[in-house]
């Protein structure tokens, strides 16, 4: 990245055409070459702004102050200058040859459009007509130079920073910027307060604002015409049609991890659990397809952010494998058409195609770059580094790169989410810290029953380990996993053991259970399947209840002896998505979360039946949590805490929640969920927000050139 002075200077001379992103052309030239004669004789740019934005604004929309061309001008040069600074490119000079030409023949001034002053003595005339030639051929001669000199179009480089009430966020899960193909219109998520929703920027116009019902959404990807946006949001696969505002479903999804939207009749995808894998869909509606699947026997896990090339036959995502309790990663590359599948790049993330017959990758935030035959599914030559710091997280980054070469990205490193474990009271009032220091993404706590301990997920995403944590904050911590991937704990009932989800079987997801104390390494399994499993609860009586992935009902709740002695059996299935069970202290009800209205919100069961479930809350719920004295339960809406009040247990009755106090602590997000839990004495056990905030994002127009340079084609 250039200077400021720089970037604005470049901005200054830029034609409409460029500053949209569109294709430029010799007209284009003589915009610059306009505003650059218009700078000489003036001393002052011809559109000029505080910064880049305002500064696009005036070359879009504004005019120059024709007032400030000296008034002796020749009639001649100034309608050459406002005919090249013409908005509409096909009113504007096309042809150097005629603007050297006009230049040239003023290099031999008349007194027709001389510069004369009042009353001249004759002795100061021929200085007078000097120095008008002087200029004249001065400017002939810059003329020549510029518009002689090798025709290739301008690299303009500037930087966007959003405006406070939409600050842009990397918090969301998979990529969190992405630009159009014609490169006229860039997305991303913006914070609006403690929630996130999707924003879009046009680089037309300069305007920016929220696009609706996109709360929450994830995985944003432009249709190749750039008139729709794909993105996922609770459950569901979306399409908005930009220009309209209207909101299609096009299939439930429990969970996604890419999107690409290559052509105009299909939509590619990548999903995790047991129907992990690269699914297509009509970009219509309807059936997924499953087009491939990860070779477990190979130690693949899992295929996420895939990118659809042009040609439509050809598709590039990311591959995570694990071996040896050892994850990693590679780009891979298919063709849809014979099935062929190769791995490209070793230890590398979101791969990229350009236009210019290039694959595009990150690694360990570098943006990198390699010619690329897709025919034979082969890089060819060496790889080369382009741009030096690129927001990452886990299997994605920050960058994108539209059809006609623009090029955008989040500058910055590799996202660590680093915050701390803290204690809030019921007004929300800061107690003090939980945890002693600053931990790398830290999730998932859970009070021990007796009141002594926690335990949470700390490390990075898709390779987190449980830790065990004092409440009294008087010793060390430690950890108490050590192979593959580890989350969601949860305590037995007298405190001694903690079950967790684990990968360390293969890719999918099965529970297991370590003694507390930390004397064992080897854990042992507790419940197994060819299922993915998530989170769970344990009863005072023995019972697990656990989240599971359905064959065709998405997300059910299961139900299993701790003991071993007994086989899993679905308890709640319906074709609605069920997760996040909790049970009360006196192990008669079942917290969950269900969409069956349409949008999660908390329901209540008797355990283990029979009997009609309460809906608890009216405007969303996440994260139900009981308090130890079963009196109230707890949940998140939005950034809010709140509660619900039990008035009858026969029949189970509640009161119409609450809010306890809003914002100050990491609310749910579909890639973190439970996020608090509840100690005996009434405090909160909360994640402390940490700035996942990013300042700006860069925007490189004509970028195609530097890749063309940079990695010539011979």
Request: charged letters at 20%.
């Amino acid at each position: 990245m250039t200077g400021v002075g720089t970037i604005l200077g470049t901005a200054a001379y830029m034609a409409p055409e460029q500053a949209k992103g569109r294709p430029t052309d010799k007209r284009s030239d003589m915009w610059a070459f306009g505003a650059v004669l218009y700078e000489m004789l003036t001393g002052r740019r011809a559109f000029d702004g505080e910064d880049v934005s305002d500064t696009m604004a005036a070359v879009l929309r504004g005019e120059p102050d024709w007032s400030r061309l000296p008034p002796t001008l020749a009639p001649a040069l100034r309608t050459l200058i406002q005919r090249c600074l013409e908005k509409d490119r096909t009113q504007r000079v096309g042809d150097a040859a005629a603007a050297l030409f006009v230049m040239r023949e003023l290099a031999a001034p008349t007194p027709g459009w001389a510069m004369p002053v009042p009353a001249p003595r004759s002795r100061t005339r021929p200085v007078m007509w000097a120095a008008a030639a002087i200029l004249a051929a001065a400017l002939a001669a810059a003329a020549t130079w510029f518009l002689m000199r090798p025709d290739s179009p301008r690299i303009v480089r500037f930087d966007i920073t959003p405006p406070p009430e939409a600050l842009l966020t990397v918090g969301p899960g998979g990529v969190n910027l992405v630009i159009s193909p014609m490169g006229d219109r860039i997305v991303y998520h913006a914070r609006h307060g403690a929630t996130t929703a999707l924003e879009m920027r046009s680089l037309d116009s300069g305007e920016a604002g929220p696009l609706p019902q996109t709360d929450g959404a994830t995985h944003p990807a432009f249709s190749p015409d750039g008139s729709h946006l794909a993105f996922f949001k609770a459950g569901k696969l979306y399409k908005l049609t930009i220009d309209t505002r209207v909101l299609t479903a096009l299939a439930s999804v429990s969970e996604i991890t890419g999107i690409s939207w290559g052509v105009a009749d299909s939509i590619m995808f990548t999903r995790p659990g047991p129907k992990r894998g690269l699914f297509r869909i009509a970009a219509g509606g309807g059936t997924p397809e499953l087009i491939a699947s990860p070779d477990a026997k190979s130690g693949e896990q899992d295929y996420v952010t895939p990118t659809v090339l042009p040609d439509g036959s050809t598709v590039l995502f990311v591959v995570r494998s694990a071996s040896g309790g050892n994850s990693s990663l590679a780009i891979a590359g298919r063709s849809l058409t014979s099935g062929q599948q190769r791995v490209l790049v070793e230890g590398a993330v979101q791969p990229l195609y350009s236009a210019s017959g290039h694959l595009l990758y990150v690694q360990a935030g570098v943006l990198t770059g390699s010619r690329f035959d897709a025919r034979q599914l082969a890089v060819v030559g060496p790889a080369v580094p382009i741009v030096n710091g690129i927001v990452s997280k886990g299997t994605v980054a920050n960058v994108g790169v539209s059809s006609n070469g623009t090029l955008t990205y989040i500058p910055g490193s590799t996202i660590n989410y680093v915050s701390r474990f803290i204690w809030r009271a019921r007004d929300g009032r800061v107690i003090g810290a939980a945890s002693p220091d600053k931990l790398e993404y830290p999730r998932y706590p859970r009070i021990s029953p007796n009141g002594h301990k926690f335990v949470a997920t700390v490390g990075p995403a898709q390779e987190g380990h449980i830790w065990v944590y004092e409440t009294s904050g008087t010793a060390r911590p430690y950890k108490i996993t050590f192979n593959a991937h580890n989350t969601l704990p949860v305590w037995s009932p007298d405190s001694s053991r903690i079950a967790f989800v684990s990968t360390r079987d293969g890719p999918t997801r099965n529970l297991f259970v370590v003694p507390a104390d930390g004397s064992v390494i080897e854990p042992g399994r507790l419940v197994t399947s060819d299922k993915d499993k998530s989170q769970v609860t344990w009863s005072g009586d023995g019972w697990l209840v656990f989240q599971q992935l359905g064959d065709s009902t998405r997300n059910d709740l299961w139900k299993q002896s701790a003991a071993g002695d007994g086989k899993a059996e679905p308890w709640v299935q319906t074709p609605f998505a069920e997760h996040t069970p909790m049970f009360s202290f006196d192990d008669k009800w079942v917290a969950y979360v269900s969409d069956t209205t349409g949008t999660d919100e908390i329901w209540v069961r008797p355990f283990p039946g029979p009997g009609s479930p309460l809906r608890v809350s009216s405007a969303g719920g996440h994260d139900p949590v009981w308090s130890r004295d079963g009196k109230e339960l707890f949940y998140e809406e939005g950034s809010k805490l709140m509660t619900a009040a039990v008035t009858s247990t026969t029949p189970l009755q509640m009161q119409t929640p609450k809010m306890l106090f809003d914002g100050g602590f990491v609310a749910y997000e579909p890639n973190t969920p439970r996020t608090y839990d509840v100690d005996r004495d009434g405090r909160f056990l909360m994640i402390e927000p940490s700035t996942t905030n990013a300042q700006r994002f860069n925007v490189v127009l004509n970028w195609a050139e530097e890749l063309k340079r940079l990695i010539p084609d011979k």
